[in-house]
């Protein structure tokens, strides 16, 4: 079918299984007709019902992108785009976003923005949070250890594989993974059981993440199979992490982590997130070498090795300071460069209570009393148990006013048998006090200290005592962001020597 007959001037873009003209505001996309190991869309029923799916699927994400079904009438010589008369096929009408825009063309180019990721990261989680959780029985019968032993197999097979990757390398990433897969089998069920196995995206790369107006949103969700989209959330991050990850954007990806279990406050399914950026990895450089790339095959193959393989054994640092000091933007910087996954207590805090991070506690909610303040740091203590235990190293950010406080921590680390660092973060007074101002005005941060919390924090807050001094440094907060970033890498270089 071509639809230029009647879009003049249509540009077409075609794949192995679709077809798509972009004509002035609009994309019209047909499937092409098709049957497939994976896909069937060989019959006009089936290719109307598949477009029908694509459209629900992403409206939940994009619905300024997905607009409706057209009808294609009259007939392959003369095609009428949403005439009237007997359809000889359908195609979906989507708005054209312009070249460019989409995250991988942005991350290619070296313009991708710390901000574009904080939004990818709240669109997400927010996505994730609206979805209906799947019971047990509406499980696939198809899960990630099926989908890995796939992708394995026809990597394996496949002439075109590089030499680089031998069988024995083959093997060895088989080997690997799914022993991880195999050992996280009853959390799986567990999650399955919690409610976390939701009808997803599915496909979640760069590719099919897209900057418009200023938001970022996802397109293109599976809709051919839906085995591959019925996964953890987890599963679904984990696609975006690990192409992150793949382009050199080590610190975007840990910072879309942080993002999206801030928000969502899924901190258990961080047990799962290397395997499962393991398997997107595996995924990604099967497709390139069944497309004939065997550049995607090399890029992709050595990434989903490193994920499969033990991380080093994790860490846990400390980061404290009064309000205004800087500490959570130090604690999100030394997370990212590092790695790990912050715990801010401001976030968790609020979280106790059935706060969002940004919401304002009504007075006769007793937000930052005694027992709500030991709730909070007894909360950061358990949650940083179960990361550590899953080999994810934790930043704690929190102000750590009181020894008692950072003696949990410490305690925590000593039991784990881990390195364990308190990072105090100090600033100008009259710099602290001024930041705070501009952090109050500005309504956007989950602190809700102001200068007259810093002032009390200033008459209580309780030194650091010697038998620390191993375990303590001090980073003056005066300087830039730059500033700033450059010292938390000397310091995180110092620790890790």
């Known amino acids: 079918m071509d639809l230029s007959l009647c879009l003049p001037g249509a540009v077409r873009i075609d794949t192995h299984i679709s077809t798509v003209w972009l004509a002035g505001d609009y994309a019209y996309k047909l499937k092409k007709p098709v049957k497939l190991p994976f896909l069937d869309f060989s019959t006009l029923a089936l290719r109307r019902h598949f477009l029908a799916e694509e459209l629900r699927l992403n409206r939940r994400t994009a619905p300024e992108l997905y607009l409706d079904l057209l009808p294609v009438t009259g007939s392959a010589s003369v095609p009428v785009l949403g005439g009237a008369g007997e359809p ?28 574009q990721i904080d939004a990818l990261a709240a669109h997400v989680a927010d996505f994730h949070r609206r979805l209906p959780a ?9 899960d990630v250890v099926a989908w890995t032993c796939e992708s394995l197999d026809e990597a394996e097979s496949n002439p075109g594989r590089p030499p680089a990757v031998d069988r024995a390398r083959v093997q060895a990433l088989r080997e690997r993974l799914l022993a991880r897969l195999a050992a996280q089998a009853g959390w799986r069920v567990r999650r399955l059981q919690g409610g ?16 418009w107006c200023d938001a970022v949103i996802a397109f293109d969700a599976i809709e051919f199979e839906p085995a591959l989209r019925c996964i953890d959330l987890i599963n679904d991050l984990a696609f975006a992490f690990m192409d992150l990850l793949a382009c050199g954007q080590a610190e975007l990806a840990w910072r879309l982590v942080n993002g999206y279990v801030e ?8 047990t799962g997130l290397r395997a499962f ?18 550049e995607g095959f090399l ?7 490193r994920l499969a393989a033990d991380p080093p054994p994790p860490r846990l640092l400390l980061v404290m300071g009064l309000s205004g000091a800087g500490k959570s933007t130090l604690a999100a910087m030394l997370a990212e460069q590092s790695g790990s996954i912050r715990l801010r207590s401001d976030v968790e805090r609020k979280r106790l209570h059935g706060l969002a991070a940004t919401e304002r506690p009504t007075p006769r909610l ?21 990361l550590l235990a899953a080999g994810h190293s934790v930043v704690i950010d929190a ?13 925590l680390a000593q039991r784990r048998q881990l390195p364990c660092l308190l990072v105090e973060c100090r600033a100008d007074p009259a710099l602290m006090e001024r930041r705070l101002l501009q952090r109050t005005a500005a309504g956007t941060d989950a602190s809700d200290a102001g200068i007259e919390v810093l002032r009390h924090q200033r008459e209580t807050v309780e030194a650091v005592p010697a038998d620390w001094a191993a375990e303590h440094r001090v980073l003056c907060n005066d300087g830039s962001l730059e500033q700033l970033r450059g010292a938390a890498a000397a310091l995180l270089a110092d620790w890790t020597r």
Request: net charge positive.
């Open 277 to 294: 950026a393991a398997y997107r990895a595996l995924v990604r450089a099967k497709v390139a070498l069944l497309s004939g790339q065997p």
């Open 366 to 386: 007793d937000l930052y009393g005694a027992a709500a303040t030991l709730a909070t740091y007894a909360r950061l203590v358990e949650l940083a148990d179960g």
């Open 299 to 305: 890029r992709y193959w050595p990434l989903a090795e």
């Open 134 to 142: 799947l019971a047990p029985a509406e499980a696939p019968a198809k």
């Open 88 to 115: 000889i096929e359908w195609v979906l009408r989507m708005r054209r976003f312009p070249a460019g825009a989409l995250l991988s063309e942005l991350a290619a180019s070296g313009q991708l923005q710390a901000s």
């Open 399 to 411: 102000a750590l006013l009181r020894q008692s406080e950072r003696a949990a921590l410490r305690q």
């Open 196 to 211: 976390f196995l939701r009808e997803c995206h599915g496909d979640l790369h760069l590719g099919n993440l897209v900057l």
């Open 263 to 270: 928000r969502s406050g899924d901190f258990d399914g961080l």
